[in-house]
């Protein structure tokens, strides 16, 4: 009954959408004939009606998710107009079929109605020229309007509408293709928005967990510091409007986790998004991000920031050293990519301190990170190395319920002689418990045991 309901509310909103979709794509249409009709005519006869004079249709009667979407948002005319153009190849791909038209005098298609041409797509794919062509035709100041609306760090693309895709070095920004992103067309196809792809634009991968708060085994000083995070989610908000503090407090909480690899730093950015409104926690590998992505970095960061912004995401940045030692190799050097990763560091910072939410920075070891760097944290939250009774209760719990110990494996007498942390214990819980079903059987032999601590110690580079 559950899935027949959801399916139902899913089938209705969809429809929804193919009405609103269906009037709006009217109306660009209109537009869009307006505007070439304006462009070809000829100078002796009356000019034809201004695509300006094409108002928008009215959604206030929709109730479909596009519907509620735009009005949600307050989209303007212009940014509506984008976001349809964006989705027509998608939609309805012949309505740009007129763009195609050969210019008689190059023997090729016109420079301003931009375009592209896709590999399986046999449609026309609009360009960011397009979209200036359709705000304004050849008038100045409409494709400035353009440049601005689809620049990186405003409205379409802190919304995470459309985007233009990257060009050339050197080349105009607006010969890009002009793309909607993974949250509209979820929107518009699916009735719930999607979400973006991992990848070089967007360098952020959403972790979840099915574990609990109970699950965790943490001593009670760390538990207490990430209750801190917990109680400003959840009231952060009324402290700063219903309580008057906006004009002294910044709109974030900025933490930071130190511990070293597999003691649940980024489980416990799970747990506080997990139980603080379902809010979503997006990974960002800051060692990957800083020595990799140069020359767009910047840009794609941003993109990250906006869309958490307006979404609610919690921010983790794993692999904080790794700013902190891009900051500290440039300084005095001549190095090119040193003083890019000082720019990259500076650039990240300040979005840092100017995003209104919580960012988790995580360290393998605290003093990795001057103090300066640490006076921007809220918080500082420590992560010990489990003791010996923290680490018996891990091996206690890490074995599937149907699977039953050999007698002489004596998990107390390994839990005290091996110093593991939590994830270490999981990775050799999994080894034994795959030897068992190769086997045959569920029994979980100490032999296996002991060769997994011992495969995990080598990885880690410790002596056995």
């Known amino acids: 009954m559950d899935d027949q309901t959801d399916f139902h509310r899913v089938a209705d909103a969809l429809i929804g959408n193919a009405r609103d979709l269906d009037a709006d794509l009217a109306w660009l249409t209109r537009v869009l004939q307006a505007r070439l009709a304006a462009y070809f005519a000829e100078p002796s006869r009356s000019p034809p009606l201004p695509a300006r004079n094409l108002p928008p249709p009215a959604l206030a009667a929709g109730h479909s998710p596009y519907a509620d979407y735009v009005r949600r948002h307050d989209l303007a005319a212009e940014e509506r107009l984008l976001a349809l153009l964006a989705l027509t190849p998608h939609l309805r791909p012949q309505l740009l079929d007129g763009l195609?038209?050969?210019?008689?005098s190059t023997q090729r298609g016109f420079t301003e109605f931009g375009g592209l041409q896709a590999q399986a797509h046999g449609g026309f794919l609009?360009?960011?020229?397009?979209?200036?062509?359709?705000?304004?035709?050849?008038?100045?100041?409409?494709?400035?309007?353009?440049?601005?609306?689809?620049?990186?760090?405003?409205?379409?693309?802190?919304?995470?509408?459309?985007?233009?895709?990257?060009?050339?070095?050197?080349?105009?920004a607006l010969g890009g293709a002009l793309l909607a992103s993974?949250?509209?067309?979820?929107?518009?196809?699916?009735?719930?928005?999607?979400?973006?792809?991992?990848?070089?634009?967007?360098?952020?991968?959403?972790?979840?967990?099915?574990?609990?708060?109970?699950?965790?085994?943490?001593?009670?000083?760390?538990?207490?510091?990430?209750?801190?995070?917990?109680?400003?989610?959840?009231?952060?908000?009324?402290?700063?409007?219903?309580?008057?503090?906006?004009?002294?407090?910044?709109?974030?909480?900025?933490?930071?986790?130190?511990?070293?690899?597999?003691?649940?730093?980024?489980?416990?950015?799970?747990?506080?998004?997990?139980?603080?409104?379902?809010?979503?926690?997006?990974?960002?590998?800051?060692?990957?991000?800083?020595?990799?992505?140069?020359?767009?970095?910047?840009?794609?960061?941003?993109?990250?920031?906006?869309?958490?912004?307006?979404?609610g995401w919690i921010l983790f940045f794993d692999e904080a050293d790794a700013l902190y030692s891009a900051r500290t190799r440039g300084a005095g050097a001549d190095d090119a990519h040193a003083r890019y990763g000082n720019q990259q560091v500076s650039f990240l910072l300040q979005r840092i301190e100017e995003f209104s939410g919580v960012v988790i920075l995580a360290s393998n070891?605290?003093?990795?990170?001057?103090?300066?760097?640490?006076?921007?944290?809220?918080?500082?939250?420590?992560?010990?190395?489990?003791?010996?009774?923290?680490?018996?209760?891990?091996?206690?719990?890490?074995?599937?319920?149907?699977?039953?110990?050999?007698?002489?494996?004596?998990?107390?007498?390994?839990a005290e002689r091996h110093e593991l942390t939590g994830g270490t214990i999981v990775n050799v819980a999994r080894h034994a418990s795959l030897r068992a079903l190769a086997r045959g059987d569920t029994m979980i032999l100490a032999e296996d045991v002991e060769r997994g601590i011992q495969r995990e110690m080598v990885k880690e580079g410790r002596a056995i």
């Not at 195609?100 to 008689?104: D, F």
């Open 100 to 104: 195609w038209t050969r210019n008689e």
């Open 126 to 172: 609009p360009t960011g020229e397009t979209a200036a062509f359709l705000l304004g035709g050849d008038d100045l100041a409409a494709r400035f309007t353009a440049m601005r609306m689809l620049a990186s760090g405003e409205r379409l693309a802190r919304l995470d509408l459309v985007h233009l895709s990257p060009v050339a070095s050197g080349e105009p």
């Open 182 to 311: 993974r949250r509209l067309l979820g929107l518009v196809t699916q009735g719930v928005e999607g979400e973006p792809e991992f990848g070089p634009d967007f360098p952020a991968r959403r972790v979840t967990t099915s574990l609990e708060w109970k699950d965790l085994v943490l001593p009670q000083s760390t538990l207490d510091q990430l209750d801190e995070i917990r109680v400003w989610l959840q009231h952060g908000p009324t402290l700063l409007r219903d309580w008057g503090m906006q004009q002294r407090l910044r709109p974030n909480y900025t933490s930071l986790f130190c511990g070293p690899p597999g003691v649940g730093k980024t489980l416990c950015a799970c747990l506080l998004g997990k139980f603080c409104g379902e809010r979503p926690v997006y990974k960002i590998d800051l060692s990957m991000v800083v020595s990799k992505y140069i020359g767009e970095t910047e840009k794609n960061l941003a993109r990250v920031f906006d869309q958490a912004e307006h979404r």
């Open 365 to 414: 070891l605290r003093h990795n990170i001057d103090d300066a760097f640490l006076r921007r944290f809220h918080s500082v939250v420590q992560f010990p190395m489990p003791r010996a009774p923290e680490r018996l209760r891990m091996w206690r719990e890490a074995f599937p319920a149907r699977t039953q110990l050999e007698a002489r494996l004596d998990l107390v007498r390994i």
